[in-house]
């Protein structure tokens, strides 16, 4: 098996797995459409402002609420210079670190939703998705030329897992949902969803059979077929490495033969991005026989990567050099910032103690760490340019990221800094049954 990076044929005499689509946001509509939901941050906000509250029984219940919001809450909190009163603080403070823990618990396991409504508007019900899951979810239609409708259905979900409901919801509203968005986020698009798709949920996950093709060498005389899987993920999750099992790699034709997979296998991991929450998967096999008319059986199962025991660093001004934080068993250094006209290059080094998140350095890269920049007031500028890796020695990591168009000078801003502390593996396994063959 090996490794592609972008979408073509699959042609090589291997597994092959291959990265999604380009992104359908523009820069622009990215911007006005932040990964985080809109609606739960104003719910964060709103309680935030409640933990000041005159009365001690609306502070503590606001204090309630907001842990109870999860680790999808995390990110929105205010920065605490921008919060104003002590009773305030003390009281975010604890909230923060109620989520740090929460967060350091990724469930792998499906967000649920429920919503039991008649005659819901479409927005309507994807708001509240978002709400219970804390999924971020994008309607791309006025984006890209589509006419944007509204229409109102009978909507009967109980405790159905984030994907399905998001299908059963794209059914009755006529739309259908792409994943590779750019922004990570789901996507709405105008266009009717598949009458009778192959899909599976799994967990967090759902895996889409789109295509299976077969081809002839008439030079060679030989004949091989490849199967396109997507798979996607609930945006929160942020996944970074997904591996397949080869020896778990089974398929069946309707009258019982095997149909091998082809045999040069390479590498069987591909690099994931939480920017697109989806991946395509073509993998390689021998043509079925022709007279089989349909795969019996399809079977596959992977192991996905997934970061955990997020730790937040701020560093008070970005103006500094070589100033050290350590959270546990993870230290973080601001080493530099350098200005290059238009261009902020902030170089930052991360040493875990214990050799790393359960992951060989040449890959702690895909550990999706956070970076942004607060001014006093609060204001976030978030992370516009891209990164690289500066270098790796142990469990030492070094980063350069790029800052571009950033108002006014270094010393304006503090550095904030997420990294996750473990990884925690979700299996994903799938078959699929009766596949017609082309």
Same mark, same amino acid.
């Given at each position: 098996m ?47 402002e ?9 502070r503590?219940?606001?204090q ?11 990110s929105?909190?205010?920065e ?11 009281r ?21 939703v ?10 309507e ?81 759902r ?7 077969? &081809?002839r060498?008439?030079? $060679?005389?030989?004949? =091989?077929?490849? *199967?396109? #899987?997507?798979?996607?993920?609930? +945006?929160? %999750? ?21 149909v ?8 069987n ?26 795969? &019996?059986?399809f079977?596959? $199962?992977?192991?996905? =990567?997934?970061? *955990?025991? #997020?730790?937040?660093?701020?560093? +008070?001004? %970005?103006a500094?050099?070589?100033a ?7 230290k ?10 238009q ?17 060989e ?14 001014k ?63």
């Open positions: 090996r490794i592609a990076r972008r979408i073509r044929a699959a042609s090589a005499a291997c597994v092959v797995f291959l990265g999604a689509a380009g992104p359908l946001a523009t820069p622009a509509a990215r911007a006005q459409s932040e990964p985080a939901d809109a609606a739960l941050r104003d719910r964060v906000l709103q309680l935030v409640r933990l000041g509250d005159p009365k001690a029984e609306a503590d219940e606001a309630s609420r907001l842990t109870r919001l999860g680790a999808k809450a995390l929105l909190l205010p605490p210079g921008s919060v104003q009163g002590d009773e305030r603080r003390a975010l403070e604890k909230v923060r670190e109620s989520l740090r823990q929460a967060s350091a618990d990724v469930g792998t396991g499906p967000s649920l429920t919503i039991q409504a008649r005659g819901i508007r479409l927005s019900a994807l708001q509240q998705v978002q709400k219970q899951t804390g999924n971020a979810i994008t309607d791309l239609r006025e984006q890209l030329g589509a006419e944007v409708t509204n229409p109102a259905f009978d909507l009967d979900l109980k405790g159905v897992p984030f994907f399905e409901a998001l299908d059963r919801i794209a059914r009755l509203g006529d739309v259908s949902i792409n994943a590779s968005t750019g922004d990570g986020s789901v996507g709405i698009t105008a266009g009717s969803p598949s009458k009778a798709p192959l899909i599976k949920y799994v967990g967090p996950f895996v889409a059979f789109k295509q299976f093709t077969e &081809a060498d008439l030079q $060679s005389g030989t004949a =091989m077929a490849n *199967a396109q #899987i997507d798979v996607s993920w609930e +945006p929160r %999750l942020r996944p970074m490495l997904l591996t397949l099992k080869s020896e778990a790699l089974s398929v069946k034709d309707d009258r019982g033969r095997v091998k997979p082809q045999t040069m296998m390479e590498s991991e591909l690099a994931l991005h939480p920017e697109t929450p989806t991946a395509e998967l073509n993998i390689n096999l021998e043509a079925p026989d022709r007279s089989a008319s349909r795969l &019996a059986s079977h596959a $199962s992977a192991d996905v =990567m997934i970061p *955990a025991g #997020i730790k937040t660093f701020r560093f +008070p001004s %970005l500094e050099e070589n050290g934080s350590t959270q546990g068993d993870v973080v250094t601001l080493v530099r910032t350098e200005v290059d006209e261009v902020w290059k902030v170089n930052v080094e991360v040493a875990y103690e214990s050799g790393g998140p359960a992951l350095s040449y890959r702690q890269g895909l550990l999706n760490n956070r970076i942004w920049l607060v006093a007031d609060g204001s976030k500028f978030e992370h516009n340019g891209g990164f690289s890796n500066t270098g790796a020695e142990g469990g030492k990591l070094g980063f350069e990221y790029l800052f571009t168009d950033v108002p006014g000078k270094p010393s304006d801003y503090q550095l904030v800094y997420e990294t996750p502390s473990k990884v925690v593996t979700a299996p994903l396994e799938f078959e699929f049954n009766d596949v017609p063959l082309p």
